[in-house]
Every structure is written in C-alpha cells, then in structure tokens.
C-alpha cells in the first residue's frame, strides 16, 4: 500500500475486517455443499425420468425384469386342438391373472368352436404399460387353420386401486368418441367397405406410443387382406386427447414415462371381482331406452329375417338406416363367414343379432349334442366378429321339442318363432311379400322374412315405408319382448289375457 496514503490505507484495513466478521457470523446451515458433493448433487437435480420404450406405430413396450416379481403361468386347455397360451402373473395382481385365465380359455374355445379346420392356438404377452397404479397387458396370438395362420392382438387394462380390468375401449370416453375414432382411423387402413365399425370386437388392442400418439392395430385378415398381416393407424396425441375417457388419459400419461422397479404393494381389495358391470365404447344394445313398447301410444312390430347375411343384406341395412327402423337377423352360420363385414355393420347399426343354426338342421330330429355344437359354432362365429353374445335363437322350420328347449336354456337362449309368415321362400314375387306383411302387421307381431331372397329386399322399401306411415315403430325381438327366459319359446310380443294367465297356472 502506498504509504503516502495513509487514509486508503486505513480503508482498506476496515473492509477486509468487516468481510472477516461477517464470514465468521454466516450460519452453518447457509454453506455450501462440500466441493466432492456439489456436482453430484446438480447431476440428480437434472436426472430426466426414464423414457418409454417402443416405436412409433407401437404400443410401448415395458421390460419384464422392470416389475418387481412377474412371473408366467401356461394355460390348462382341455379342448381338441393344441393350445400353448401363457400369460403374467404379478404379485397382489390376482384378479388380472384370473381374468387372463378365463378370457384366453374363453377365446381358444371361440376359435375352435367357429373354425371347422382349427389346427391349434398360440398366445404370449408383454407388458405395455405399469405405472401410476395401472398394468397394460397385450397378447399376441397365432391361430391356425386349415386356410394357414394369421396373428391378433388384444390389450387388457388393469387398475391395481380397484381391481378392476378394462378392455381397450374404456380408454375412450363413449360411444359418440369412438365413432369419431373410427372415422380418423377410416383414412388409415381402409373405406367404407372395408368392414371397419365402431365395435368392441374391431377396437379390442389400443395403447400409446412413447410420445402420447394413440395407436389402434387390428389382426391380420381383420380390415385388411391377410396377406398385409398387422394393420394399425396412430392418432397424434393432441387429436386423440379430446376422445379418451378418464382411464384414457391415466394410461396416456403412465404409458409415455419409462418404467423401474415397479411393484403392487398391496393385495387387492376385498370382495372385488375384478370387471365393471357398466357398459363400454363397442359394447352395443339391441333395445333403444326412448322406445317403451309397453306405452299404450307406441305401437312396436319386429321385423325378423333369417338364413343370411345374403348377398343384398347390405341393401336392406340402407333402407332400415333411411327409415331409423330397426330389425333383428337370425344368422346362418356358413352366410356369417362368407359376410362378416355385413354381420359387423348390422351389430353397429343396431340391429338385433340372433341364432339360426350353422347348416339350418330340424334341431328336433338331432340329438342334444349335435343341438348343441351346431349352435355353440354360430355362437362363436358372430362373438369373433362382432364382441356380442347372442340370446336368441330361431329353430328352422320352428321345429323344436323338449331337448332342444334343454339344449337352449342351458346355453342362455330364447326361442323365438313368428306370427307373421310372409312364406316370401315359396313365393318370390316383392308385391305379394310386401301384402302379407302389410296385411298381417299387428301390434306386438313378429313378421318372419328372409334376407336371402332379392325379392323380399325389393319389397323392403314399400314395407317399412308403408309401416312407417301407419304408426309403427320397427324394434329388434328383444325390445318387443324385454327379458325373455332361455329355453323358453315366444311368438309374439302381444300380452296374455288375464284368461290365458288363469289357464297357464292352472
């Protein structure tokens, strides 16, 4: 220091103590980390969470090593055709095990029962998503048949708070949603004609990819030729955001985070049978709760047609759509696999599916065993294309008998015969079809007809026109009838007199 400035000196002298007060004074929770702590510390404070893995026209995938204790367990199959199905088992996860277990025997049975040639069933599974209390499984099948093996898709979801599974349409938020979903996913695999609907059974394996984008696939053969093998379409997550269900957007958001460690830690809720009693997107109803076909000033008529889907069944979908009527279609088995696209669209529009047999038997004159697996294939057959389970059931030629009642109420089916026969079979002329149902149509009728035929289709528009005008309203059987008893047979929708119950409990 410049001892000519004997001031600055001095100035000087009081900064540097009064910097060694106040380093002295600091409070030692105010220092800094230690010099071989910092940079570990920064490093944890950028630490990113780890990202999902899986393409982008995938559902993301989660390593299994990454869920604390997930193991597997081979289904049991006991049918006749080999089946090697395996599925997860997590800990305090055991209504998803039990849940897997039913529904993959239920669907190697589907296969077999509608697959003449069936050669065997082949399914493995990966997980999708596990985080924020939620489990993504998707399974992977090969089934082969006489024509050679195609591969599927199916997604399940859980819900480890409630036990509760979820097929993939309760990712969307309701029916109106996944109709929007199906005309964006239209533009990707395919037209109208391509047998593309707002079905549970089309929309059964839905998921995110790693950036949010939602992403649909379908089986091979399923919208597409099978030689294209997987068909899928991905939704840019902001579009697909404004469809998805609550459950939607928590599978959204757990599926886009990568997955460590992740385990359930405790058991599953008392009580709880793992499904949801509630309706799902894809999951449609025969009856229409704004018609009561009870209401005195609602005159209900079922309009009923059997032996197809035919060649010109779409035509009479046109027209029933044109008039907002409704029918119910008594399926044949063989027309099912020649039309499926036709007997999807049917089911989405609203109308009444319904059992007629595979080959069209006198079921009285077989024993219940051929009854029975007659049935159980037509069963199976409409269940694949569509996700509905039939309850009614037609008897050709109406002829039935006390095993055949047995057979049906054993497998939950209504026997449902006619009123009206417009015998349009014997006489293939529009004009005397359309006579007969306008002469016999009566409240609570059940018209018989068959779609098979190209005059009964050009009677359909003067018929339901006709209808129409005098006050009608066309319902499926079960809106006629409401809750019928399996086995049980039903003509018509009229109530008994008080004298007819008298005599029936007599």
Same mark, same amino acid.
């Given at each position: ?41 920064? $490093? ?31 289904? $049991? ?7 090697? =199905? ?14 897997? /277990? ?9 296969? %077999? ?36 093996? /195609? ?105 886009? =985070? ?167 079979? /014997? ?38 026109? %006709? ?40």
């Amino acid at each position: 220091m410049d001892p000519d400035h004997p001031l600055i000196t001095v100035l000087v002298a009081l900064l540097v103590l009064a910097g060694m007060v106040l380093l002295a004074a600091r409070p030692s929770d105010e220092a800094g980390p230690p010099a071989d702590e910092a940079p570990a510390a920064a $490093a944890e404070e950028k630490k990113a969470p780890p990202r999902a893995e899986g393409g982008p026209d995938g559902l993301t995938v989660v390593d299994a090593a990454d869920v604390v204790g997930v193991g597997e367990a081979e289904l $049991a199959y006991d049918g006749g055709i080999p089946a090697s =199905v395996t599925y997860p088992v997590i800990p305090n996860a055991e209504p998803l095990a039990d849940f897997l /277990k039913r529904e993959l025997d239920a669907e190697v049975r589907a296969f %077999e029962a509608a697959s003449p040639g069936a050669v065997s069933f082949e399914a493995d599974w990966n997980l999708t998503t596990a985080g924020d209390g939620l489990v993504g499984v998707r399974m992977t099948r090969v089934e082969t048949d006489s024509e050679g093996s /195609k591969e599927g898709y199916t997604t399940y979801w859980y819900d480890t708070a409630t036990a509760q599974h979820h097929p993939s349409t309760a990712l969307i938020a309701g029916q109106e949603e996944l109709e929007e979903l199906n005309a964006l996913v239209r533009e990707t695999v395919g037209g109208k004609d391509g047998g593309l609907h707002p079905i549970s059974s089309l929309y059964d394996s839905m998921g995110f990819n790693p950036d949010g984008d939602l992403v649909v696939e379908f089986d091979a053969g399923q919208v597409a030729a099978a030689s294209e093998g997987r068909a899928y379409a991905v939704v840019d997550a902001e579009r697909a955001g404004a469809l998805l269900s609550e459950l939607g957007a928590r599978v959204r958001d757990a599926a886009t =985070v990568g997955v460590e460690d992740f385990e359930i830690p405790t058991p599953p809720p008392a009580g709880g049978d793992g499904g949801g009693d509630a309706p799902v997107p894809g999951e449609l109803s025969p009856t229409d709760d704004g018609v009561d076909c009870s209401d005195p000033d609602t005159k209900c008529v079922a309009l009923t047609y059997d032996d197809g889907p035919g060649g010109r069944t779409s035509e009479l979908l046109d027209v029933l759509a044109e008039h907002d009527a409704r029918a119910t279609f008594f399926l044949t088995g063989h027309p099912v696999m020649e039309h499926p696209h036709t007997v999807r669209r049917a089911y989405a529009e609203g109308h009444e599916l319904a059992n007629h047999t595979l080959n069209h038997p006198d079921l009285a004159a077989l024993g219940a065993g051929r009854v029975r697996s007659d049935l159980n294939t037509v069963q199976a057959l409409v269940y694949r294309e569509t996700g509905y389970p039939m309850n009614l059931m037609r008897p050709p030629y109406g002829s039935t008998d006390d095993g055949v009642a047995s057979v049906t109420a054993d497998m939950g089916l209504a026997q449902i015969l006619w009123s009206v026969d417009t015998l349009d079979w /014997k006489d293939r002329d529009a004009s005397t079809v359309r006579d007969r149902v306008l002469k016999g149509a009566s409240e609570g009728a059940i018209i018989l007809m068959h779609d098979i035929h190209g005059t009964t289709i050009d009677a359909a528009g003067s018929v339901i026109e %006709e209808l129409d005008a005098r006050g009608y309203t066309m319902v499926t059987v079960s809106q006629l009838l409401g809750t019928t008893t399996p086995g049980e047979t039903y003509r018509d929708g009229v109530p008994d007199t008080p004298e007819e119950d008298a005599r029936a409990d007599a």
